[in-house]
């Protein structure tokens, strides 16, 4: 975000509306080809292709100072375990200086949390024996930044359990995590890359793929017959975004997915190249159980333009083949059907046709899809205007999101609407009882007219709502193997 379009007066108006002028992992494979890179389909509406890997960049360099975001893991005995830029030992003196600010703030029973300058903000996470921090140069809140943190141990979790990990650290305070975390800096990079540009995570929910509900109730009930004991969900993905979901009846509401947890299997697939063949490979869910693996079976089943992938996840390690027997059962019936036809043919310009007057892009979260979907929190976004093809573009805009949801859920005074006019754009950011949203104008909409138009974009929402969200489907497969046996 530019520092000229965020000057101007604020002003506080009636009804808080604000207007603003101006273990066991790396994964187990089997029969995988992973010498091409994958193809990079788009994820939500920003392309979604992790960025280069920075691992060997020169720490004393300028270009390794501007960055606009650092993150880095370490130990709470300060070994390095982690960092997005550079190599860890390379950064062991700024990482000692890291540990000595949490150990003098510990020192007086107390938790450090952040530090601010006028330039930078630094963030701190503590989470059992791990440390997290980062430096940040974006304009995003300290909440905001903590999240990601959170993330980044979530991802973490997801290859070694948080069981694991206080276990490893509880027998030896010193012991370089990297041994078991070597190969897999490409999964936290990539996820560090996603969240910068996709707001899924922001708005801690799901994107479905836009689909006639007759289309997605065929794929549902083909991934419904395709069973077999202790496998616990089914997951159909296109272009990154969710088709649909099967979930074992039997297994607890309290222990549901949550929007999270497929956030980091995503990031699992998406840093996961390959094109052809088969992944079978331990994942642990943080939020649904931290302490215990799920085995998920990965297979793309349309090679070689690989947009269309199959996620299956059991409870028994052992179920390889009888996962891959569903995997061809679902592909035997998509062929016979012509199932995946529909999917094929989804346009990602089926936004074009809305109607409504200078309207860019938006974001949209209906606050009450916990009741009519099953408790699988969505969001629509359409692809992005061609003002913001470029990577660039793309996340100076996201930021501009960010900064309007920072300060529309603020802890201290929560509004329901904020009106943003800039130099590029005229921005709005309202929330209701029943939605979300999070809109981008052309320049010089007034506050009345944006609102009229999103009140048209809310009526065509309503008329399309079958197509743009998904439901969370059930099946019963009897058996179920640990983790999930013992908490049923």
Known sequence: MHRSENRGSWEFQPEDILIED?????????????????????????????????????????????HRKHVFVLSDAGKPIYSRYGNEEALSSTIGV?????????????????????????????????????????????????????????????MLTQASINRIFEHRKNYDLRRLLFGSEKILDSLLDVMDSDPSFMLSAVQCLSLPSSSRDVLSHILQKAITPNLVFSFLIANNRLVSIIQEKTVLEDARLKPSDLHLLF??????????????????????????????YVAYLDPPECTVCLVLLSTDKDAFYAVAECKRKIEEAFTSQNALQCVAN????????????????FLYKPSNMLDHHRQLPQFICPEMDVTYRTQDERIRLLDLY???????????????????????????????????????????????????????????????????????????????????????
């Open 22 to 66: 101006s273990g066991e992992f790396p994964s187990y494979l089997a029969q995988a080809d992973l010498n091409g890179q994958k193809k990079n389909p788009s994820a939500g509406c920003v392309e979604d292709v992790p960025g280069p890997s920075y691992r060997n960049e020169d720490v004393m360099s300028e270009s390794w100072r501007q």
């Open 346 to 361: 989804t346009q990602r310009s089926c936004f074009d046709d809305i109607g409504v007057a200078n309207l860019r892009h």
């Open 402 to 488: 960010r900064n309007m949801h920072n300060r529309i859920h603020s802890t201290s005074r929560p509004l329901k609407l904020i009106y943003h006019s800039a130099e590029r754009e005229t921005l709005l950011a309202w929330v209701t009882s029943k939605f979300e949203m999070y809109a981008c104008f052309t320049p010089l909409v007034t506050k009345k007219s944006a609102i009229n138009e999103l009140t048209k974009l809310l009526r065509w929402i309503k008329k399309e709502e079958d197509c743009l969200f998904g439901t969370l489907e059930r099946f019963h497969t009897l058996h179920l193997t640990p983790p999930l046996a013992n908490t049923l």
């Open 98 to 158: 890291m540990m000595a600010l949490v150990s003098f703030v510990q020192a007086g029973d107390n938790t450090i949390q952040s530090i601010f300058s006028d330039e930078r903000a630094v963030v701190f996470l503590q989470k059992g024996p791990l440390v997290f921090v980062s430096v940040s140069a974006t304009r995003q809140s300290e909440q905001q930044l903590r999240s990601e943190l959170l993330h980044v141990y979530h991802q973490i979790v997801s």
């Open 267 to 296: 990031n699992l697939i998406r840093a996961s190249a390959f094109q052809a063949g088969e992944i079978w490979t331990p994942i642990c869910l943080p939020l649904f159980n931290h302490d215990c693996y799920f085995y998920a």
